[in-house]
């Protein structure tokens, strides 16, 4: 669940680096936005800590661990080559019977 982490903390990182760099430019922005920063840094430590929980609860009980991007590739691989054998039987099939008018 490391890629969840790492893509919110890019987020974030790239919003309040962008916010250091206007603001060295002498940008003025609203005060809304550097606490709305503060809000999505704690909002990315909290997401942070539960994932690390969660994993670590499954990890305690015994849980197989099954990475979720590999799990949605595996059940997307799956999907599309049933489909393909379901669409190559069809195929086959149609090609078996004889051809009436």
């Given at each position: 669940?490391?890629?969840?982490?790492i893509?919110?903390?890019?987020?974030?990182?790239?919003?309040?680096?962008?916010?250091?760099?206007?603001?060295?430019?002498?940008?003025?922005?609203?005060?809304f936005?550097?606490?709305?920063?503060?809000?999505?840094?704690?909002?990315?430590?909290?997401?942070?800590?539960?994932?690390?929980?969660?994993?670590?609860?499954?990890?305690?009980?015994g849980?197989?661990?099954?990475?979720?991007?590999?799990?949605?590739?595996?059940?997307?691989?799956?999907?599309?080559?049933?489909?393909?054998?379901?669409?190559?039987?069809?195929?086959?099939?149609?090609?078996?019977?004889?051809?009436?008018?």
């Amino acid at each position: 669940m490391a890629v969840v982490f790492i893509l919110v903390n890019a987020f974030v990182h790239t919003v309040m680096y962008f916010y250091y760099f206007m603001s060295g430019l002498h940008f003025r922005f609203p005060a809304f936005v550097p606490l709305s920063i503060t809000i999505l840094q704690i909002t990315q430590m909290f997401i942070g800590i539960g994932t690390n929980l969660f994993w670590a609860y499954m990890f305690l009980n015994g849980r197989p661990y099954v990475p979720p991007l590999a799990f949605f590739l595996a059940l997307s691989q799956n999907t599309h080559t049933n489909s393909a054998i379901a669409n190559d039987s069809l195929l086959v099939g149609a090609l078996a019977r004889p051809l009436t008018c």
